[in-house]
């Protein structure tokens, strides 16, 4: 199978595999997108020559469907969504799209998460806080209105509890119950004189991190791809990974 590198090269580029397709949610913080875009840097140094390229859900351009046009015609493609669980956004507006795909080899591959390599660089970043053993910890994850993608959040509280050996709370920012705020309350209530520390279930800056900085909580961590520093190697390694299954 011979595929072509994206046209924003100079000239097509012949590959023996087919191109990576990183699609996240986007962001108008430009924090958030340098994060994003550092991420996708760091795929493709590490991919050993297979194409990839970006796009994203909402917000930004190119969305889905221009970023499928922006591969060469017949240019085979996994897409790998930058997306820690799968919701509405992976079954219905990437998968549709995927459809659409006549020509191609098109395939999707799963979302982040769950999976323990998040749950590592959640931790790290927990750490980096200052967790103490006293305190109590709320997952504070975007939510959404498919139960598929709140039961990946929920697998996710419970991994990390699993890890740090205390419970963990699932609090959500949108969309779903508990509520980030009221998951604090609570946590706040059944753990007196504990701090209430906010592990933010969130790939980068953005307006659902700055909801999360603001939803009570005694300390916050920052995002996975936290601003300014070298994407985590266990999230480069598991875009990867996903890639490759697919």
Do not use: N, W
């Not at 889905?64 to 015609?73: G, I, T």
């Not at 017949?74 to 459809?99: C, F, N, T, W």
């Not at 419970?158 to 609570?186: D, M, N, Y």
């Not at 070298?230 to 490759?244: A, F, I, K, N, T």
């Amino acid at each position: 199978m011979s595929v072509a590198s994206p046209v924003r090269r100079a000239g097509p580029v012949r590959a023996e595999r087919p191109a990576l397709l990183a699609l996240s949610h986007g962001t108008s913080s430009p924090t958030g997108q340098a994060a994003i875009s550092a991420l996708l840097q760091a795929v493709r140094a590490k991919s050993g020559g297979v194409p990839v390229a970006g796009g994203f859900v909402d917000v930004q351009q190119p969305d889905v469907a221009k970023s499928f046009a922006l591969l060469e015609p017949g240019q085979d493609v996994v897409v790998v969504p930058l997306l820690l669980s799968a919701g509405y956004h992976v079954h219905v507006d990437i998968a549709r799209e995927l459809a659409e795909q006549g020509g191609r080899d098109a395939r999707l591959a799963e979302a982040l998460g769950p999976d323990d390599a998040l749950v590592q660089v959640l931790a790290s970043r927990l750490a980096e806080r200052g967790l103490g053993p006293g305190d109590a910890v709320v997952l504070a994850a975007a939510g959404s209105s498919d139960h598929r993608a709140v039961r990946d959040c929920l697998e996710m509280g419970r991994r990390l509890a699993g890890t740090l050996a205390r419970p963990v709370t699932v609090g959500f920012i949108s969309a779903a119950v508990p509520r980030l705020a009221s998951a604090i309350e609570t946590t706040r209530r059944l753990h007196p004189g504990a701090r209430v520390v906010v592990s933010s279930y969130l790939l980068a800056s953005g307006s659902f991190a700055d909801l999360a900085a603001a939803a009570g909580g005694d300390l916050t961590t920052e995002p996975l791809l936290a601003p300014g520093r070298r994407p985590p190697s266990q999230l480069v390694d598991l875009v990867l990974e996903r890639y490759h299954t697919a």
